[in-house]
């Protein structure tokens, strides 16, 4: 299995530009996640999927969309580039309710100018 | 949503035990407590976790205060690949689909 795959690794932005963060994960796992990390900090939930057609916001969803329309991918959408969305975004997946062990992918470092 | 404070940062000598203490003083009863770490340049990766027993695995032990307001990951011998960001987390098994990380601790392991 290769766990959580994250598109692309690094990206620079222009100002009101958009992009997509595309994450897969062959897992087969019900529940992913969307963290972002500004520097030096912990992660914030941007949003989540709890199943394919079923998102959710997380703390920090503003600027942000995303789809669930099949299990194995959850994209992040970001419309209109600022540079306060210059941070490393992280995948995650759980497989379910009683689960406790989130995977994680190795992260996109956006830089938004 | 239940709150953890962690010391920003530790230092421990390589091959001895290291002791992160977490304090969850707003703690409900339906809370785990989950042990993350992030090395650099990586996501994080689970460690452990529990409710109110201490548990052990083979990474590290968990120690849970009996009225579960803190505990502590111990790492029984650091080594030099332990030097990591290490995030205490509650997740409430009702609304077990969000985790929030905190700041985490950050551990230096001397050679």
């Known amino acids: 299995n290769a766990g959580v795959t994250q598109t692309p690794k690094f990206r620079i932005l222009k100002i009101g530009q958009s992009m997509t963060l595309q994450c897969t994960q062959d897992?087969?796992?019900?529940?992913m996640y969307w963290y972002r990390q500004d520097p030096g900090m912990g992660l914030k939930l941007i949003y989540y999927s709890v199943g394919a057609g079923i998102t959710d916001k997380g703390e920090v969803p503003n600027g942000y969309n995303v789809s669930r329309s099949t299990t194995e991918d959850f994209p992040l959408r970001l419309e209109l580039a600022a540079p306060s969305q210059t941070s490393v975004y992280f995948c995650a997946s759980i497989s379910g309710e009683g689960s406790y062990e989130q995977y994680f992918g190795p992260g996109t470092r956006l830089t938004v100018t | 949503d239940a709150k953890t404070t962690q010391p920003n940062s530790m230092e421990s000598n390589e091959e001895e035990p290291v002791h992160l203490p977490c304090n969850h003083s707003?703690?409900?009863?339906?809370?785990?407590i989950h042990w993350y770490r992030q090395l650099p340049s990586q996501g994080p990766e689970y460690v452990i976790h529990?409710?109110?027993s201490n548990v052990n695995n083979r990474m590290a032990s968990l120690a849970i205060a009996e009225d579960r307001k803190s505990s502590t990951l111990i790492l029984h011998r650091a080594t030099l690949r332990d030097a990591a960001v290490y995030y205490c987390?509650?997740?409430?098994?009702?609304?077990?689909?969000?985790?929030?990380f905190g700041s985490g601790t950050k551990l230096n392991v001397k050679p």
């Open positions: 987390i509650l997740r409430d098994i009702y609304n077990f689909n969000k985790f929030y």
């Open positions: 707003t703690i409900s009863g339906t809370d785990y």
């Open positions: 897992m087969n796992h019900n529940y």
């Open positions: 529990g409710l109110t």
